[in-house]
């Protein structure tokens, strides 16, 4: 679990770094949804130094030694329990893909932010070829039966996020749907895996320039702005 824990906070704080290279500091109250244990809420708050709360479907998912901030709460992502115009920047990942109707979360997401505020997106690639790649946390056994299953459910037109599978979206779908609400919408998938992978950045910038990063991100990362 140790390995897993040490492979999402590196994640989310290159999120958290891309969001400030972007956006810059100007949040005074950022909306988490599926904040998990409350790392998410951690990381965002010290990057930002602002008020920052993380909501999840399930309180036992919540670790204790961050339970008593007081800025974790039960809540559905499909209501939102605050009023509109509450939050300057609304984040998730890897959680829209697990919500029933994921465009009620959207549309609440919109409602919940301030004029100019920012909703940011991670969710995994439907496009992609592989999967399951950089996860530390499972053998090389485990990633192939993982995408024997994605490409399984592909073939029988069950790769869906209704269908239970690990979807996730295309680009195209992101982009579509967030563009129905949100005046702009932004592709920031590239900066994400260079910030991520540094080492990597031009093979990265190459892969996008070509057109393969389609089909080799396995995950995809946008901004709507309000």
């Not at 949040?27 to 998410?40: A, H, P, R």
């Not at 992609?128 to 056994?141: D, F, H, M, T």
Request: proline residues 3%; charged residues 25%.
């Amino acid at each position: 679990m140790e390995k897993i824990h040490v492979l999402h906070e590196k994640k989310i704080r290159a999120i958290a770094e891309l969001i400030k290279d972007k956006f810059g500091f100007y949040f005074k109250d950022i909306l988490i949804i599926g904040c998990g244990s409350g790392l998410e809420v951690i990381i965002f708050r010290e990057t930002f130094k602002c008020k920052t709360v993380g909501i999840e479907i399930d309180h036992s998912v919540f670790d204790p030694k961050f339970t008593c901030l007081g800025s974790l709460l039960v809540a559905d992502a499909q209501a939102l329990p605050f009023s509109n115009y509450s939050f300057d920047l609304v984040f998730s990942f890897h959680v829209l893909e697990h919500i029933p109707d994921y465009r009620k979360a959207l549309a609440e997401m919109y409602r919940v932010l301030r004029n100019n505020g920012v909703a940011f997106v991670g969710v995994p690639n439907k496009s992609r070829i592989l999967g399951y790649i950089g996860s530390e946390n499972a053998s090389l056994k485990d990633k192939i039966c993982w995408n024997l299953i994605d490409w399984k459910a592909r073939i029988t037109g069950k790769f869906k996020n209704e269908c239970g599978a690990h979807a996730g979206f295309s680009a195209e779908e992101i982009k579509r749907l967030l563009s129905k609400d949100f005046k702009h919408v932004i592709d920031t998938s590239l900066d994400y895996y260079q910030i991520l992978y540094p080492k990597y950045s031009r093979l990265l910038s190459g892969l996008k320039k070509t057109g393969l990063a389609k089909y080799i991100f396995p995950a995809l990362f946008y901004a709507g702005i309000k």
